[in-house]
């Protein structure tokens, strides 16, 4: 039980260049989040998808897109990467959204260290 | 506006030392608390989780306590250890209902000393 994982582990990419960082969760949660975390600031949602085949916007999405490719998967796409995207992105699991605490309880993945030159 | 302050922004005390760290939140309605560790280049990870009914939890030497009526947190630490070097988050939901309505915190970034 690996609970989530993210690849890559780091990334440095250019300006302008894409890539799509990929999250996987193997205990059957329902749904996922990607955040992005700053020095100084908390983590922040980009995205979250509530169940399989749904995704919403959350705080600070421009410049992202996801998808969430079943119900373990879920990616997310720079499409023309820019500085202001330099950050660490985790993604997370919860076993639904809604409902008491318990069930909202977070997961994290180990993060993916993004550096945009 | 939903909001989580936490105090002090860093802390550093001597190995078997106490200290307690501080969360007040502004989120409406409240629907629970949590404390995470973060460890260095490592996901968060859960250390207590708190409703509204709730006004203490603890998980090992680590003991969370809430006022609701304050709106305020703290996350004591016992005999402290090494291993307890790392960032401490409170985070607060909002609501029962979106995924949107979680709050974080910034931290408080603990140095234990040996």
């Known amino acids: 039980n690996a609970g989530v994982t993210q690849t890559p582990k780091f990334q440095v990419l250019k300006t302008g260049q894409s890539m799509t960082l990929q999250c996987a969760q193997d205990m059957n949660h329902n749904s996922m989040y990607w955040y992005r975390q700053d020095p100084g600031m908390g983590l922040r949602l980009i995205y979250y998808s509530a169940s399989e085949g749904t995704t919403d916007k959350g705080e600070v999405p421009n410049g992202y897109n996801v998808s969430r490719l079943n119900k373990r998967e879920f990616s997310l796409r720079l499409e023309s990467a820019a500085p202001s995207q330099t950050s660490v992105y985790f993604c997370?699991?919860?076993?639904?959204?809604?409902?008491?605490?318990?069930?909202?309880?977070?997961?994290f993945g180990p993060g993916t260290r993004l550096t945009v030159l | 506006k939903n909001q989580v302050e936490q105090s002090p922004q860093s802390l550093i005390i001597l190995e078997g030392k106490n200290c307690t760290l501080q969360?007040?939140?502004?989120?409406?309605?409240?629907?629970?608390l949590r404390w995470y560790k973060q460890d260095t280049g490592r996901g968060p990870v859960s250390l207590t989780i708190m409703t509204f009914s709730e006004n203490t939890k603890s998980n090992g030497r680590y003991t969370a306590t809430l006022d609701a009526d304050t709106k305020q947190s703290s996350l004591h630490i016992t005999a402290s250890q090494l291993s307890d070097s790392a960032s401490y988050i409170c985070?607060?939901?909002?609501?029962?209902?979106?995924?949107?309505?979680?709050?974080f915190g910034s931290g408080t970034r603990l140095s234990i000393r040996p």
């Open positions: 997370a699991s919860t076993r639904q959204t809604g409902g008491g605490a318990e069930v909202n309880e977070q997961f």
């Open positions: 969360c007040n939140y502004t989120v409406s309605p409240f629907s629970n």
């Open positions: 985070v607060v939901s909002a609501g029962y209902s979106s995924a949107s309505k979680i709050i």
